[in-house]
């Protein structure tokens, strides 16, 4: 009995320590870019692996009722590598040089939601740690 209580106890202990050390997005700071909303998301990379590549697609509902999709990443998908070492934070942003701009000022946007969550590793492997995304 007390074995598997053993066991019980280090299989708990061991899920709470990955949800801890996981990929943590937060909400940026939003700015107005020739009068088009950019929202940014904050990654905080609580893992032991380098994360090559992170991609989060956020809807935006507006206050007409339209909803939007973008696209905030890391880095250009193909393009110049930006990797988020273990412990390091950083910022996902929209390239608008790449997607179509919101065409609302931040004021308009009243919901955001999670829509896809991309996390690479190197070789274009999926991130074995978990992402947990609070837009």
């Known amino acids: ?69 973008v696209e905030l990443k890391s880095a250009y998908r193909e393009g110049a590598p930006a990797p988020i070492a273990p412990g390091a934070t950083t910022i996902l942003r929209q390239h608008l040089d790449t997607s179509r701009a919101l065409g609302v000022p931040c004021g308009e946007v009243s919901e955001r939601r999670v829509l896809r969550t991309i996390c690479e590793i190197e070789h274009g492997t999926v991130c074995a740690s978990s992402v947990s995304v609070q837009p």
């Open 1 to 69: 009995m007390k074995a598997a209580w053993a066991a019980l106890v280090g299989v708990l202990s061991s899920t709470v320590a990955l949800a801890a050390n996981g990929i943590a997005v937060t909400r940026g700071s939003d700015s107005n870019v020739y009068g088009n909303c950019v929202p940014s998301l904050v990654v905080e990379n609580k893992t032991g692996e380098t994360i090559d590549y992170l991609q989060v697609d956020i809807v935006l509902a507006l206050r007409d009722g339209r909803q939007r999709v």
